[in-house]
Nanobody, 125 residues
Framework: QERLLESGGGSVESGGSLTLSCVASGASRNTYYMAWFRQAPGQSREGVAVIDVVDVTKYRDSVKGRFTISRDLGKNTLYLQMNSLKPEDTAMYYC???????????????????WGRGTQVTVSP
């Protein structure tokens, strides 16, 4: 099974930037989508951004124009560049990988098979 390891989280002030990384090992041939999800305390997990095998990307409305998902195939690494961070972006951020499916394209978490353990992002006012 594909293993995912996130890094790059931290604490920043509102308006600051962070770049999250997710290194994949034991890559699955079935992986079509890779995505970032987040979960704040007391809230359900939500999809943030997704990228497919031909680098088509999709974002949740609240991060459009501020976050950028990308990947480096040579390094087996997925990235999430986060700019203009807001306190409401505070959450644990997870990297996930999933096969082709309409549900995965829509950032539905149940469609994703492999998950990392997460990296915490905290944005202070």
């Amino acid at each position: 099974q594909e293993r995912l390891l996130e890094s790059g989280g931290g604490s920043v002030e509102s308006g600051g930037s962070l770049t999250l990384s997710c290194v994949a090992s034991g890559a699955s041939r079935n992986t079509y989508y890779m995505a970032w999800f987040r979960q704040a305390p007391g809230q359900s997990r939500e999809g943030v951004a997704v990228i497919d095998v031909v680098d088509v990307t999709k974002y949740r409305d609240s991060v459009k124009g501020r976050f950028t998902i990308s990947r480096d195939l040579g390094k087996n690494t997925l990235y999430l560049q986060m700019n203009s961070l807001k306190p409401e972006d505070t959450a644990m951020y997870y990297c996930a990988a999933g096969p082709f499916s309409p549900e995965a394209e829509k950032l539905l978490s149940d469609a994703y098979i492999s998950w990392g353990r997460g990296t915490q992002v905290t944005v202070s006012p």
